[in-house]
C-alpha cells in the first residue's frame, strides 16, 4: 500500500509555504491504529484533540468532518496508519497568529510498519538517551508539531546497534518517556506506576487506556515522579503506543527484566482496543 494524503478533505500531496505549522510547528497530530477498517481509540484520539487546540488556542475542525474522513481513509483497510494533523494554517511573517485563523487538516494514510513479533513476545532492548526533554508546563501533554527533542534522540542510535527504543529524562533527571512510547513500571507486587507529565512528555492515549482499565480492574496505580534508579529497580517495565500497542522491555541500559503477568494483562487491554 502507497502513502496517501489528504489536505482539508481533498486528495493532495502539496502543502502552501506560508502554513503556520511548517514554519512554527504551529499546530498539533494524532497518530491512529487502523485493524479492519477499525479506528483505535478513536473517540481519546479526538478528546486529547480538542484539549490540545483549546490549550494552542487553536480552531477545533468539525467532529464530524474529522470523523467522516478519518473513517474514509480507514475504510476497507485491514491494517493501515493515520497521522492527521491540524495546524492553524497559513499566516504572515512573525510569531503572532492571525487575527482569522482557518485551520488546514492534513490527513495521511501510511502502510502498517513491520515490527518483528519477537519485540512484543520478548520484549524490546532499550537506551538511555544523551538528549534531555525540556520542561514546558504549558506544552506538556500535547502532541504538538515540534519533534525536534525526539527526532535528535533517535538519531543516537541506528537499527546495527540493537536498539528499539530510547528513554529520554527532563533535565532533573527525571523519567519521562520514550522516543515514541510511554513507559510503565510494575512492582513484584504488582503495582503499576507512570511517570507524571506535567513538566514534559506527551500523554498518549494507550497510556490513557492501560491507566484506566488497570484502575478499573482494582490494580494500585501511581502516576508520579520516577527517577531512573527508581525504575530501574522495578520488576516488569513495558511501553506503550497506540500502534504497538505494548512491548515488554527486556533490557535497559544493559539491565534484564523479566516479562511477566501485569506486562500481558497490559498487552491483553491494548489488543482489545
Request: with cysteine; aromatic share 6%; hydrophobic share 40%.
Amino acid at each position: 500500500m502507497s502513502t496517501r494524503c489528504w489536505i482539508d478533505g481533498v486528495a493532495a500531496d502539496t502543502l502552501p509555504v506560508l502554513d503556520r505549522g511548517l514554519h512554527y510547528g504551529d499546530g498539533l497530530f494524532e497518530t491512529l491504529a487502523v485493524k479492519d477498517g477499525h479506528i483505535g481509540l478513536l473517540q481519546s484520539h479526538l478528546e486529547r484533540l480538542q484539549e490540545g487546540c483549546t490549550r494552542l488556542g487553536l480552531p477545533m475542525p468539525s467532529v464530524e468532518t474529522l470523523d467522516t474522513e478519518l473513517h474514509t481513509a480507514a475504510a476497507g483497510e485491514a491494517l493501515a496508519v493515520l497521522k492527521l494533523m491540524i495546524t492553524r494554517g497559513e499566516g504572515g511573517r512573525g510569531y503572532r497568529p492571525p487575527a482569522e485563523t482557518r485551520p488546514r487538516r492534513i490527513l495521511l494514510r501510511y502502510p502498517w510498519p513491520e515490527y518483528p513479533a519477537a519485540w512484543s513476545q520478548d520484549g524490546a532492548r532499550v537506551r538511555i538517551c544523551d538528549m534531555r526533554l525540556a520542561e514546558q508546563p504549558r506544552l506538556a501533554g500535547m502532541k504538538h508539531l515540534n519533534r525536534l527533542e525526539q527526532v535528535l534522540a533517535r538519531a543516537e542510535w541506528n537499527e546495527a546497534d540493537g536498539y528499539q527504543e530510547g528513554l529520554m529524562l527532563d533535565a532533573g533527571s527525571r523519567v519521562v518517556e520514550g522516543t515514541m512510547t510511554n513507559v510503565f513500571a510494575a512492582s513484584r507486587e504488582g503495582g503499576l506506576l507512570t511517570p507524571d507529565l506535567s513538566r514534559a512528555g506527551v500523554a498518549g492515549v494507550m497510556r490513557r487506556h492501560i491507566l484506566e482499565r488497570a484502575a478499573a480492574a482494582g490494580m494500585h496505580v501511581r502516576v508520579t515522579e520516577l527517577s531512573l534508579a527508581e525504575l530501574m529497580q522495578a520488576h516488569e517495565i513495558f511501553l506503550c503506543n497506540s500502534l504497538i500497542g505494548v512491548w515488554p522491555v527486556a533490557e535497559l541500559d544493559g539491565h534484564s527484566y523479566a516479562v511477566g503477568s501485569v506486562t500481558r494483562q497490559a498487552q491483553r487491554w491494548a489488543d482489545a482496543c
